[in-house]
Nanobody, 123 residues
């Protein structure tokens, strides 16, 4: 139905910024709520942000609130995650996922997933 590709990850120092992209094909991304998740080595995948189909107030996990910003560009069929003031504990593989209903922080609520992009924050 929809295919998702994450990009924009990399190796940065603490305090740096990155912008991740989630590009969709096969369907219009504005038909979905889009969540960002991350999975650190040896840890469970956790939800960190979500933006609804109607561009309502986005949701953020406490660990990233005030530092990360989610947005969508429907013309480009892409959702972004702007990450500022990165910390070593932000190191993880970051995934985007979509669902046809409202935002959820629950991993298993999402129908489609990308392959992930690696973010490493280290001195």
């Amino acid at each position: 139905q929809v295919q998702l590709v994450e990009s924009g990850g990399g190796l940065v120092q603490p305090g740096a910024s990155l912008r991740l992209s989630c590009a969709a094909s096969g369907s219009s991304l504005d038909d979905y709520s889009v969540g960002w998740f991350r999975q650190a080595p040896g840890k469970a995948r956790e939800g960190i942000s979500c933006i609804s189909r109607s561009d309502g107030s986005p949701n953020y996990a406490d660990s990233v609130k005030g530092r990360f910003t989610i947005s969508r560009d429907n013309a480009k069929n892409t959702v972004y995650l702007q990450m500022n003031s990165l910390k070593p504990e932000d190191t993880a593989v970051y995934y985007c996922a979509v669902r046809g209903s409202g935002c959820s922080t629950i991993r298993y609520a999402y129908n489609y997933w990308g392959q992930g992009t690696q973010v490493t924050v280290s001195s």
